[in-house]
Structure formats: structure tokens, C-alpha cells
């Protein structure tokens, strides 16, 4: 029946489950428990030290996870589409459908309905729009970033600033150099050029307090790592004192100063929806 001829060039994981899968081919089973391949593999790649590659059929990290748009929707329609076996077959929990640059949608929507997040059509485009953005800089995109691109997408303050670009130049005993651009809800956009600050985040603090006319102290600034890696997201977390009132405001990016000016503008948007400011006194356009 050809068995012999290809178990030469075949794991016993690949046996098992080619008997397992093509009873109707074979007619013949290895009494072989399949659903503890998996942990045995890690077992044994634990103890010589040998570390099963990812491609590695059946028990291989990507033997069950899926990228490609197409190929996520086809599995969250119908799993044998794309995947002759089940991933609990071999001791998987379930198969990995992988965020990246080609995840599409419905990879995104069923994630975010696996992590507890109910999202409305609206909400989901905003998410998914922010979702690319970040997946072009980053190889993977791992179930904390998502999450705090969620909860900063579906917060229900109104963004009457949003940052559309900086730059800053800033050097040992210099002191820090700061372009800012940001749009206010009516489409208008205004730019300021400044040199202030003890440090870069102070200086992109003092731009966005000359844009939008609003000045504040600061209470409380703390900046952590949502998730791993040199290109994991970042979260920061402000606190500021207005009127004797605090405000709080957070941001989230790859870069860490991105993240401060979007979470010090949460709060500058916090302040002003509820203190119903229409228009806030701006610097004029740099130039």
C-alpha cells in the first residue's frame, strides 16, 4: 500500500496522522495517541535541546496558523478549507489565525470577539484602519495590541485635536526643537515650530499646549510596553490637573513619543468635552 516506502522519509508524527487522516485510503490505524504529539515534541525538544523548526509538519509552531486574508476567512467559515486535520487532533488548542500586514476583517473582527470586544461596523473599520497602520511596522500583531487599539478606537470622547505629524531634534545639552501639526474636528489644520522643554516629551507637551490653548500640569506620566519584542506597541498614561479638575488621557504607538502626544491630547480632548470649549486659541501656522 506505499506505507514502507514513504515512512523512510517520514516523522512518526506524519504517519500517524496521514493513517489517521486517510482511513479510507490505508485501513490501518497506529493505536497511537495523536492529541499528545504536540506536548511530547516540546517534551522531547526540551530535553536534547533541539528546537522543532516552525515549518515543521504537524507539530511545527505554523503547522495550523494562517495569515493571508483568504485563507483566514475561509478557515473562520469552514476549517477543512484549508486545513485537513484538526489542530486538537494533535494536541493544539486551536488553529492560530496570525494578525499581519495580509490579515483581513474577518480575522480582525472574530479576534476581537475572541479577547471579549463586541464591536459595531463603524468601530470595526476605525480599528482595522489603525490595525494596518501598525501591522506595516510590526511582523506580527499580538492580542495586547490589539486590545489597546481597541480601547483607545472605541473610547466615547470626541477628538477635537488629532495629531497628524511631528518631528523633533534633540541632542545632549541642546535644547529640544519641535514641528507640530494637528487637525482640529472642523478640518482645520494648524502647525507650530518651538524650541522649549527639558526633554522631548516636555517640548512635544509645551506644541500641543500652544496649539490647542489649553495649559495644563502635569500629574502623572507613565509609559510601559504592551506586549514583547523591539517593535512592541507602546502605552502611555497621563494625568493632568485643569481647573483643579484631573484628566486623564492615554496613547498608544510604536513609538513612545507618538504615544505621549496622543495620550496628552486625550486628555486636552477630555478637558475641552466637558468644559464645552467650541474653539480653542491656537498658534497661527508656522511660516
Known amino acids: 500500500n506505499g506505507i514502507g516506502e514513504r515512512a523512510g522519509n517520514c516523522a512518526l508524527e506524519e504517519i500517524v496522522m496521514a493513517l489517521r487522516v486517510r482511513q479510507d485510503v490505508f485501513h490501518a490505524d497506529t493505536g497511537v495517541v495523536s492529541q499528545r504529539l504536540v506536548p511530547t515534541s516540546r517534551l522531547v525538544a526540551g530535553i536534547t535541546g533541539m528546537v522543532v523548526q516552525r515549518n515543521k509538519a504537524i507539530v511545527g509552531q505554523n503547522a495550523f496558523a494562517h495569515e493571508a486574508g483568504i485563507h483566514q476567512d475561509g478557515i473562520l467559515k469552514e476549517p477543512r478549507t484549508y486545513e485537513i486535520m484538526r489542530p486538537e487532533d494533535v494536541g493544539f488548542s486551536r488553529s492560530d489565525l496570525v494578525l499581519g500586514k495580509h490579515s483581513g476583517r474577518a480575522a480582525l473582527a472574530a479576534r476581537a470577539k475572541a479577547l471579549g470586544y463586541e464591536l459595531t461596523p463603524e468601530q470595526l473599520d476605525r480599528v482595522f484602519q489603525e490595525f494596518k497602520i501598525l501591522a506595516d511596522k510590526k511582523k506580527e500583531v499580538y492580542d495586547g495590541d490589539l486590545a489597546a487599539l481597541i480601547e483607545q478606537q472605541t473610547r466615547v470622547v470626541p477628538d477635537t485635536w488629532t495629531l497628524e505629524s511631528y518631528s523633533l531634534t534633540v541632542g545632549t545639552q541642546r535644547v529640544p526643537e519641535v514641528t507640530m501639526t494637528l487637525r482640529r474636528a472642523d478640518n482645520e489644520v494648524r502647525t507650530v515650530t518651538l524650541s522649549a522643554g527639558d526633554g522631548p516629551v516636555d517640548a512635544v507637551f509645551l506644541a500641543i499646549e ?75 501656522p508656522a511660516g
Do not use: M, W
Not at 513612545?256 to 486636552?268: D, Q, Y
Open 210 to 284: 500652544k496649539l490647542t490653548g489649553i495649559s495644563v500640569a502635569c500629574r502623572d506620566f507613565r509609559v510601559h510596553s504592551v506586549t514583547v519584542g523591539k517593535d512592541a506597541l507602546g502605552e502611555v498614561q497621563v494625568q493632568v490637573e485643569y481647573n483643579g479638575d484631573i484628566y486623564r488621557g492615554r496613547g498608544v504607538s510604536t513609538d513612545s513619543l507618538e504615544a505621549s502626544a496622543k495620550a496628552f491630547l486625550n486628555a486636552i480632548n477630555r478637558i475641552l468635552a466637558k468644559n464645552h470649549q467650541p474653539k480653542a486659541t491656537a498658534a497661527k
